[in-house]
């Protein structure tokens, strides 16, 4: 969870990291779970450890070489064996997770009645998403029963999203009121994030895409508080 908390403040100051969870061998017969957050920066790359307060100058593959406490910048909140260099050289498994935030955020959709209208092309057509021809083009609507909070709208397609995509969204809340969210966007490819500068109160979430190109078709829309 303090991994989770440390990528989510990350990228409220959009800086790109990558979670490492560690599966290592203890005492030859049992196993210890840890997980890391790897930031690559001017200076350098580093492997924060939130949990315990404090980070290593050197990259993950580095540490799990051996050797690891020479790296370590700072005094741990207690002493503890997912600090030592035998935790990382003695490594059997590494996960990897691109964006924790994927795996903690609550998805919106999946806790709260809504219903999402898009007018964009789908593939396959999702069973949470309807095409409705009488939006504008290029927009994705998501209705909630009931005002939620969100600071993150995440669309996943088959193809490359092109460079020149715009995105703009705007939310109504339950008085009525319509307002443009201000944040921004995080595009990887085939994946955009789009992102609140603050946590938003809304009914209803609209996202609209400008784009002087076809948008490929869209795979996945959610909303994350």
Known sequence: MYAYL???????????CTAFGI???YLNWS?????????DTDQGTYVFDPT???YYAADLATLCAGNGE???????????????????AEVQMIEIYPDLRDYYDLDLGKNFPRQTLANLAL????????YAGELAPDTIKTTFQQEVSFYRVRMEFVDPVPEDAAF??????????????????QQDIYQVNFQA????????VEMRIACAQTLPELIQYIVYQ
């Open 123 to 130: 593939c396959p057509e999702p069973v949470d998403i309807r």
């Open 52 to 54: 315990y307060g404090n």
């Open 31 to 39: 196993q210890a779970i840890h997980m890391v957050v790897q930031v």
């Open 6 to 16: 440390f990528a989510k403040e990350l990228s409220r100051r959009q800086i790109p």
């Open 168 to 185: 703009t969204c705007t939310v109504t809340r339950a008085d009525g009121t319509v307002e443009e969210v201000e944040g921004f966007v």
């Open 197 to 204: 500068f603050e946590q938003t109160d809304a009914l209803e």
């Open 23 to 25: 599966t290592s061998s």
């Open 70 to 88: 020479v790296y370590l910048i700072g005094a741990p909140s207690e002493k503890t064996y997912y600090q030592t260099s035998r935790f990382f």
